[in-house]
């Protein structure tokens, strides 16, 4: 039986600079936001695995002998010509004849795509995989509450993704588990860090489909993250900078933008494509000034960072992902002598205002009240934030011990 309760969390993520043009080849630097999801893991003495997320309002529990059932079902079909299923790896995808399997099972219907449907997937598919894999998963109560807007392009899914990794795998032994008594967090090695973003990566798979694997990664590794034509680089060295992340509650649909700049490219090839090449290159600039940060910590990397928003942001409007309601929170920022862009799809969704470390409060404050007039929904926080890490209960906020306990 597993003995110990454990709280760990992971960040989402936010895109710096790069957002459409990275679908045509381009440089994006992704980076982790601290606003974080948060999982507790605590023994369950009653030969049942049970899972509850809050903010989806998903409460559900399974007895082991019918999770075992599952997983031996698994290796009595064959699901490829070739291959007989029990075969749960991190480095294969889901099947569909897999999550079909695992739908019947939790009683989600057939095209279900609500987040509560595909958080319960995620989870079974993750539980019944790993524990295949590493031996079975304890009697454990697992409950998950996140910081994070869903749907809002910030990485909710895979922080979450990221978590249960990490608890699944330290629940079964598979890796250690590195918080030691008198320690207020902890992380794991490098290896151990590489077989969570893997699975986390399954986890990504089974919500999305075809993730491109940057939100995982930026949920266990922290930081910030270069991604270019499917090939992810962790930055060496970044500093803690310091953000108003707002979110205009426009929705939007990422298919339908990437799809009008697509149309753009391909109507005005000679307009467009110096404007992808511009932005490839604020992105490599605004890489090369992050690195340098950490080194020489002095104030004139501000006012290029400011000026890389501004110049993107124009480009953003350029190639059509704009939105009046991103122009007018670039307005109030403004009044304020801040500088904000759109982060992710655009068409409204979210931006990102950069604070200066000698911002003041005040100006900070006044911005927040305005943007929250206009609608909108604001955090203060950080970006470049710490990936996947265990907490002592001691170290955390009242609201997140509150969130834990309550649910």
Not at 22 to 40: C, I, P, S, Y
Not at 129 to 141: E, F, L, M, Q, R
Not at 297 to 304: D, G, I
């Amino acid at each position: 039986m597993w003995e110990r309760s454990l709280v760990l969390s992971a960040p989402g993520k936010v895109i710096l600079h790069g957002e459409h043009a990275v679908v045509h080849g381009k440089v994006a630097l992704a980076v982790a936001l601290d606003l974080r999801t948060f999982l507790r893991l605590r023994p369950c003495g009653e030969g049942r695995v049970c899972v509850r997320l809050p903010g989806v309002g998903v409460v559900r529990s399974w007895d082991t002998p019918s999770l075992q059932a599952l997983r031996r079902g698994f290796a009595g079909k064959r699901w490829e010509e070739e291959t007989a299923a029990p075969d749960f790896d991190e480095s294969k995808s889901p099947s569909v004849e897999q999550l079909d399997t695992l739908k019947e099972f939790a009683g989600i219907a057939a095209g279900a795509s609500a987040p509560e449907s595909l958080a319960t997937l995620a989870f079974l598919y993750m539980c019944l995989a790993i524990s295949a894999k590493y031996g079975d998963v304890p009697s454990v109560d697992i409950v998950v509450w996140s910081e994070l807007p869903t749907g809002a392009g910030l990485g909710s899914s895979a922080a979450y993704a990221v978590c249960l990794a990490a608890a699944l795998l330290t629940a079964c032994g598979a890796i250690s588990c590195p918080l030691k008594e008198g320690e207020s967090a902890a992380r794991w090695t490098e290896e151990e860090l590489t077989l969570i973003n893997s699975w986390a990566f399954q986890g990504e798979r089974v919500i999305h489909g075809n993730p491109s694997g940057v939100d995982n990664a930026v949920g266990t590794w922290g930081g910030a993250l270069r991604y270019q034509s499917g090939k992810i680089t962790p930055l060496k060295r970044v500093p803690t900078l310091r953000i108003l992340l707002t979110n205009t509650k426009v929705p939007r649909s990422t298919k339908v933008l990437v799809a009008g700049v697509k149309e753009k490219i391909l109507k005005f090839p000679a307009i467009m494509n110096p404007v992808l090449d511009s932005i490839d290159a604020i992105s490599q600039e605004c890489q090369s000034v992050l690195e340098a940060m950490p080194a020489n910590p002095s104030p004139e990397h501000y006012p290029v960072l400011e000026e890389l928003f501004d110049i993107n942001q124009h480009h953003l409007n350029v190639i059509g992902v704009g939105h009046p309601s991103l122009d007018r929170l670039c307005r109030v920022t403004a009044s304020h002598g801040l500088h904000s862009k759109l982060t992710g799809a655009g068409g409204g969704g979210c931006g990102i205002t950069l604070l200066r470390p000698d911002t003041s409060p005040l100006a900070v404050e006044a911005a927040k009240r305005d943007l929250c007039a206009c609608g909108f929904e604001c955090w203060e926080t950080n970006i470049g934030a710490p990936g996947v890490t265990l907490h002592s209960f001691s170290s955390l906020n009242a609201e997140v011990l509150h969130a834990l306990s309550e649910s």
